[in-house]
């Protein structure tokens, strides 16, 4: 398996990977682009994928934030992580995460932390099978 940093021209695979969270058809080619190009604008805004007998089969998105608290310390955020149901179970979602968390210690990051819906509980399982722990109660609101 590799691990790289997603181009442009990986991004019809992305969205598509994005639409098993989803569970519905995702944005179009074109808002897509607009999309990536404004990510690119970010200090540190990284969408990962995995590649598996060279076709992506896992992404994972990683943004690296400052911050005034913690006396400066940048904090991470992993974001879209899914790895396609026929992958799944085969340690490579496990070495992905890793990876992403070896990219936010790179960066000094003093955490990494992710959402994810009260819905997906087999995702709460692996993420607590990856080290993490629930932390608190989030918040949100539609706007």
């Known amino acids: 398996m590799l691990i790289r940093p997603a181009s442009e021209a990986d991004l019809t695979d992305v ?28 200090p540190y805004y990284k969408v990962f994928v995995a590649e598996a007998k060279q076709k992506i089969v896992a992404t994972c998105s990683l943004i690296i934030i400052e911050n005034l608290g913690h006396q400066g310390a940048k904090l991470a955020l992993a974001e879209g992580m899914i790895v396609s149901p026929e992958y799944r179970g085969c340690g490579l979602g496990r070495q992905l995460m890793q990876f992403v968390l070896e990219q936010a210690k790179k960066e000094n990051c003093y955490k990494l932390m992710l959402s994810s819906n009260k819905k997906r509980v087999e995702a709460h399982n692996f993420y607590l099978r ?14």
């Open 130 to 143: 990856q080290g993490f722990q629930q932390h608190g109660i989030s918040f949100m609101i539609d706007v």
């Open 15 to 42: 969205i598509n990977l994005l639409n098993y969270m989803d569970g519905e058809e995702g944005i179009d080619e074109d808002k897509a682009q607009e999309i990536w190009r404004k990510i690119s604008d970010y």
